[in-house]
T-cell receptor
């Protein structure tokens, strides 16, 4: 079975500071990993994904995420947060070797960037 | 492309009434997913289709829920009869292939309130 955990329901950071939103996963094989962002009253928007290759993945709006196989983590990062980054962030996983053909989403982390 | 289009954006109905939610996926995408989002349960996959065929409906909560995809450009999610606990935001998403390394594109959602 595939699963993903976002241990923090809420993350607060001051504008201009670096931000990290945590994600850990569990799969039997190798993972496909994704980050999505949801702004109020909107659908989820794709930010970035890890399929294979470099462990550091760069995505939209200056976000990046680092795949760490030994720690089974895929934390989302940004060097300098903006107030406009405030939103709900979802991590998602699919086991490349598993039978499930769809993504499993985490419970979401509400990021608030304080001016 | 206009993206994934859902209608209506908001629906308020009385308990016991039938509700139909509609989705138009992105042209060329052959996988379609219906999700439900609530504060208590987060993002839940209800059902997904590949090439208009339902592949996995194990997330459909009960027989009151049904989904159809009569052609590649249209899907419906129907609740009959509706209950207050069905109140949630319902998202439709589409993907080029079921294999999730392609990622999903989400619609803006339908906010359903059953009173």
């Amino acid at each position: 079975a595939q699963s993903v955990a976002q241990p923090e329901d809420q993350v607060n950071v001051a504008e201009g500071n670096p931000l990290t939103v945590k994600c850990t996963y569990s799969v039997s094989g190798n993972p496909y990993l994704f980050w999505y962002v949801q702004y109020p009253n909107r659908g989820l928007q794709f930010l970035l994904k890890y399929i294979t290759g470099d462990n550091l993945v760069k995505g939209s709006y200056g976000f990046e995420a680092e795949f760490n196989k030994s720690q089974t983590s895929f934390h989302l990062k940004k060097p300098s947060a903006l107030v406009s980054d405030s939103a709900l962030y979802f991590c998602a996983v699919r086991d490349q070797g598993g039978s499930a053909r769809q993504l499993t989403f985490g419970s979401g982390t509400q990021l608030t960037v304080l001016p | 492309d206009a993206g994934v289009i859902q209608s209506p954006r908001h629906e308020v109905t009385e308990m016991g009434q039938e509700v139909t939610l509609r989705c138009k996926p992105i042209s060329g995408h052959n996988s379609l997913f219906w999700y439900r989002q609530t504060m208590m349960r987060g993002l839940e996959l209800l059902i997904y289709f590949n090439n208009n065929v339902p592949i996995d409906d194990s997330g459909m909560p009960e027989d009151r829920f049904s989904a159809k995809m009569p052609n590649a450009s249209f899907s419906t999610l129907k609740i009959q009869p509706s209950e207050p606990r069905d109140s949630a935001v319902y998202f439709c998403a589409s993907s080029y292939r079921t294999e999730a390394n392609y990622g999903y594109t989400f619609g803006s959602g339908t906010r359903l309130t059953v009173v």
